[in-house]
């Protein structure tokens, strides 16, 4: 299909991802594991707009992210749609849904969620839904989130195997495969730009190092463990990445063989590389031991495929920028322009031409939780001000849209970027 | 290399076996615990909270100087307790209820602890009440509450209310510290001092427990 037919959602997208100025600034809202919105919040947005009351479908249960439904997603506005995950952060599949309380709200988790609650109220949860082996997540009483629960079981520091660490890290099944191709006429339908994440190419993200997802993991998957082997392990790091990227580029070949160019996003990794005001290694770390095998997955997809490569960092990264667009990183999530360095008027000047902001649309840590609606329209009004010139800004607020966030301003955020476009919705 | 340079340069490199090595060696020619305390590893450790604040430390830098301060720290520690040495000051440190997260409140202790501080460190998903019996029981100067998510920033506020309501509030000296937590909301819900880094929360640390002993 050419550019000029595609549907104007779609082509916004694309536009903006070329650095074309858009109609309008794109939104997304749950495409991805990194901009989505807390299911709670899903319901809340759900009934505010009149739509019909159901269980909302959670796919990321670790974060309890809300599935934002066709219905949700044409009354908020929104842009993109994502291919859902086929396989949980714990391991399960989502299929066969079944009902599950969330502090009362009732929610849809896949057939193989389990989970048990311990005397204190606590919540955890079992890899793969087997209850023979121990929980691999907790949820504290009364929490919206599960974190995973470190199990350093079979750890001997003088004979580390790499093998061990790459478990979680295999060909991807047939079934996964058909699974990603059987959603696209789905997004297709929807008008919207395809976003896509296979797993396998988050290098090193300290959501995963532990690897909720199995049963019995091995290798290094104690967070402080796997922070200070950064420095102290480096040739086993390597050995871990790169067999990792050589399993991960098979993969995306056969993936890019059965779905072609159908999507126009793929999320690679959402290893973090800042804190709030540093970063968590040196730029020298970074072009050591993450560099090439980021070079070796962007420039295999942009060789092969026209997918746009996203990459989520969370805070002050500005300083592994140049490194990031050296790599082929067309888009950098989700601007945290709260954290130190990362203005956004200097950020848009610096980068913006060759880098797409995916985020910064509103801090999510005290705006958009804990500010008035005022205070949000005109966060957001200035933002999109700062970000929309010449494209290359996806309006997404920083993150994803936390338990608790008052609906009044998700839906102050929404209006801000449609009074920002001249559009009304809903 | 004289020995109390030896063991700064072995906790400023992140080196925990020579760290260990020097300390058990210095120990058996009769150097004093408290002195290679104050002579190396505070010393050392502030250099290293330095240059984490210059970027030419980062996260695995800190924690590599933190272990290696600690081991020597665990062979010194039995010896201080029966020498009777005073801490630079006793701090109970914890993540709030409802949070399980404990890497930043991990750097903040290993900080404290490289300080010069004895740290009672309560964990993750602390209750109230196992703060105030943490006070009660260490008589600690300072309580230092970590928060990561803003759904449980609340938790600081009951914390600090549990902690007035058991008489304890006149007599600590709350900081508070975490990701989306700030200067605000740290006066907001009557904390004493919020810190934005591991190594500023040394700094404070001192402040207010000097402000304690005014």
């Avoid at chain 1, 338990?403 to 929404?414: D, E, F, Y």
Wanted: hydrophobic letters at 40%; a negative charge; charged letters at 20%.
């Amino acid at each position: 299909m050419k550019e000029a037919d595609l549907p104007a959602a779609r082509r916004r997208v694309r536009d903006t991802l070329a650095h074309r100025e858009p109609d309008r600034v794109p939104i997304d809202l749950g495409s991805t594991s990194v901009t989505g919105i807390h299911v709670s919040v899903v319901a809340a947005l759900r009934e505010y707009y009149g739509l019909p009351r159901q269980p909302v479908k959670v796919y990321d249960v670790s974060q309890m992210l809300g599935a934002v439904d066709a219905d949700l997603a044409a009354a908020m506005g929104v842009d993109t749609w994502g291919i859902p995950r086929r396989r949980s952060h714990y391991g399960f599949v989502n299929e066969n849904w079944k009902p599950w309380r969330l502090n009362g709200l009732e929610i849809l988790v896949g057939g193989g969620f389990e989970v048990d609650t311990e005397p204190n109220g606590d919540i955890v949860i079992y890899p793969q839904g087997d209850r023979s082996v121990p929980p691999s997540g907790r949820m504290p009483a009364g929490g919206w989130f599960f974190d995973a629960i470190i199990r350093q079981n079979h750890f001997d520091p003088d004979h580390l195997d790499p093998a061990d660490n790459l478990e979680e890290f295999r060909p991807i099944p047939d079934e996964d495969l058909t699974w990603n191709v059987n959603w696209l006429p789905e997004g297709e339908a929807s008008g919207r730009a395809i976003i896509a994440g296979f797993g396998g190419t988050g290098f090193g993200d300290i959501a995963i190092v532990p690897a909720p997802g199995l049963k019995d993991p091995r290798g290094i998957r104690d967070i402080t463990e796997w922070y200070v082997s950064l420095r102290s392990r480096r040739s086993y790091i390597h050995a871990v990445f790169e067999k990792q990227c050589e399993i991960a580029l098979q993969n995306l070949k056969r993936i890019h063989a059965a779905i072609g160019n159908r999507i126009d996003v793929v999320y690679l990794c959402g290893t973090d590389f800042g804190t709030q005001t540093s970063a968590f290694c040196s730029v020298a770390t970074f072009r050591e031991l993450w560099l090439p095998y980021y070079k070796a997955i962007c420039g295999w997809i942009h060789a092969h495929s026209g997918w746009k490569c996203f990459k989520h960092s969370c805070g002050s990264v500005e300083r592994f920028f140049e490194s990031l667009i050296e790599a082929g990183f067309d888009i950098i999530n989700p601007v945290q322009c709260s954290a130190a360095g990362m203005d956004p008027v200097r950020l848009k000047k610096t980068y913006g031409g060759r880098l797409v902001f995916w985020g910064g649309g509103v801090d999510t840590q005290k705006t958009l939780a804990f500010g008035t609606p005022d205070q949000v329209r005109e966060e957001v009004l200035n933002r999109c001000e700062v970000f929309a010139p010449g494209g290359g800004f996806v309006f997404n607020p920083v993150h994803n849209i936390q338990a608790q966030t008052p609906v009044a301003n998700v839906i102050a955020m929404l209006n801000a970027v449609h009074e920002f476009n001249g559009v009304r919705h809903a | 290399m004289p020995e109390f340079e030896k063991l700064h340069q072995a906790i400023l490199e992140g080196d925990q076996k020579s760290a260990r090595a020097l300390t058990e060696a210095m120990l058996a020619e009769g150097v004093a615990p408290m002195d290679m305390i104050t002579k190396s590893m505070v010393p050392a450790m502030d250099e290293v909270g330095r240059r984490f604040e210059c970027e030419e430390y980062f996260v695995p830098e800190l924690l590599l100087s933190a272990r290696a301060m600690k081991g020597a720290m665990e062979l010194l520690r039995p010896l201080l307790a029966a020498s009777g040495a005073q801490p630079a000051g006793r701090v109970v440190i914890g993540t709030v209820k409802g949070d399980l997260h404990d890497i930043g409140k991990n750097l903040v202790a290993s900080m404290l602890e490289g300080g010069g501080f004895e740290v009672v460190d309560l964990g993750a998903d602390v209750a109230p009440e196992k703060f105030i019996d943490a006070v009660k029981n260490s008589g600690a100067q300072i309580v230092a509450l970590s928060a990561l998510l803003t759904v449980t920033m609340p938790s600081m506020r009951t914390t600090i209310e549990a902690l007035n309501q058991a008489g304890l509030r006149s007599k600590v000296k709350v900081m508070v510290g975490g990701a989306p937590v700030t200067p605000q909301f740290a006066t907001e819900i009557g904390a004493d001092g919020y810190s934005e880094t591991a190594s500023s929360a040394v700094q404070l640390a001192r402040k207010l427990v000097a402000e304690t002993a005014a």
